[in-house]
């Protein structure tokens, strides 16, 4: 860790909004729902398409919802999807983790979901997040732990997957393992009061299957992922193929499972 300049791996291939589009409130930030409150401004750092930013605004509507991301054309998207669903309390911004373009103590929530493993220093963005956040609100956070996916039928290449994805994801700047340490970063943040919890996604169903093993499939070998992979000299197109094609393997599996471990803290701010 420690490389600030860490970029988003993964880049934004439809593989990779094809998940993103998936996630609401409801299935990814189940842990923060009972804070919510009417009034309260709320603060969606990493906000992508936009899905769970306007579940969120849709449960403060006397309050207001901000999403921030540093890729302009997903602000645009997320802005449309605002616009489909009539909300009126929920704004889009291009900005950056380190540097948030808001006063101290602005919002009553501030809420990260996948970001800090993306993150070359997760701990000052965890401060930045916290100096926004009012006396009394909460920082919550959420992040995939990929060392504590699992998965059935065993299919080699998908350990291949997880272990090439490890290292590029740390030759990135990132830590795909963050889930587990989101507690420790919040400490070194300065937050005092910290709740931590775990929740998982499943894919189990065979429609369930074949989504979530098709667009790794895809990512594995058409995303920046697959870029950065071949490019940085982490593997052959050959080998991704090969991957891609245990991907396929595994969601073809009648009895296959895929569970994805996630790390949740929340912070209160004294």
């Known amino acids: 860790m420690g490389n600030e300049t860490a970029r988003y791996l993964h880049g934004h291939h439809e593989s990779v909004l094809r998940s993103h589009r998936w996630r609401t409130a409801t299935n990814s930030a189940a842990y923060l729902l009972g804070e919510l409150r009417p009034h309260m401004r709320v603060l969606d750092v990493g906000c992508g398409p936009g899905t769970i930013t306007v579940d969120l605004a849709e449960r403060v509507p ?5 999403g921030i991301d540093n890729e302009p054309a997903i602000v645009e998207q997320a802005r449309d999807l605002a616009g489909r669903r009539g909300l009126t309390n929920v704004r889009f911004a291009t900005a950056d983790v380190y540097t948030l373009d808001h006063p101290d103590d602005t919002f009553c929530v501030v809420h990260a979901h996948q970001v800090l493993q993306h993150l070359g220093d997760p701990v000052r ?20 732990d990929f060392g ?17 994805y490890s290292r590029v994801a740390r030759g990135s700047g990132g830590e795909p393992d ?6 420790d970063w919040a400490r070194q943040a300065g937050f005092t009061d910290i709740t931590s919890s775990s929740s998982t996604w499943c894919y189990a169903s065979p429609e369930d299957r074949s ?18 992979a071949v490019e940085g000299g982490y593997a052959t197109v050959e080998e991704l193929r090969q991957i891609a094609a245990g991907w396929r393997e595994w969601g073809a599996h009648q009895d296959g499972w895929f569970s994805v471990l996630c790390g949740e803290v929340l912070c209160r701010v004294p």
Do not use: I, K
């Not at 963005?125 to 995939?144: F, I, S, W």
């Open 62 to 66: 006397q309050g207001e919802v901000t």
């Open 125 to 144: 963005a965890l401060r930045e997040m916290r100096r926004v956040c009012r006396p009394g609100g909460v920082v919550a956070v959420r992040d995939a």
């Open 148 to 164: 504590g996916m699992l998965w059935y039928p065993n299919v080699p290449a998908m350990d291949d997957w997880r272990e090439l």
């Open 178 to 183: 963050a889930g587990r340490r989101l507690h």
């Open 211 to 228: 989504w979530w093993a098709g667009l790794w499939a895809d990512r594995t070998v058409a995303s920046s992922y697959a870029r950065t």
